[in-house]
């Protein structure tokens, strides 16, 4: 039986592979815009090949922050939740620090839709009752599940989507390190 996924360490050839099997060459800019800061930043950028040699075959790449949260995920293709994938690169960014959304000039409208409309709570397991998300945005309260939004799901990232990103991937990094200091 062959693995359900292999797991492997940075490496630019690695990455380079990955990068190649991204459909849009928008999205390739982008995976490489986020895997180039991790990597500069000096913090762990692990590979997974998913469903290697099955027609579901794609790559996540997790780059995690200092204090060892994925902070985002890269997927080089989006899952539809039926066995199928999408031309679609899907990225998962873990915001831990919700002050960001106080600071509501940095996000864009496509970040700022692809955010709130993530699933909202209805309280779907009892873990949900002490681990709701909540926050305020743009005057509007909202309160999501854990289980989505732990990372937000993102596409279809312009240029100045993809800004927005590295302007909150920044955000979570220094709130990481400053967690981290203080703990
Ligand atoms: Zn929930």
Known sequence: MSKFMEVYDY?????????ASIDHESDRVTARCIVEHFADAGVRITVKHMAPGKPMAHYRVVCSAENGCETVIINTHEDDGHRNLTDE????????????????????????????????CR????????KRYAFTFN????????????????????????????AIIDNELAFASRAAVTS
């Open 11 to 19: 490496s630019p050839a690695l990455l380079n592979k990955v990068y």
């Open 123 to 130: 309280y779907c397991a009892p873990h949900c009752k002490d």
């Open 139 to 166: 005057d509007r309260d909202y309160v999501k599940c854990h289980y989505y939004t732990a990372s937000f799901r993102l596409k279809n990232l312009s240029d100045a989507d993809t800004d927005c990103v590295m």
């Open 89 to 120: 690169m899907v990225i998962q960014l873990r915001i831990d620090d919700r002050g960001i959304f106080e600071r509501e000039d940095v996000f864009t409208p496509s970040v700022g839709r692809q955010i709130t409309s993530a699933e909202d």
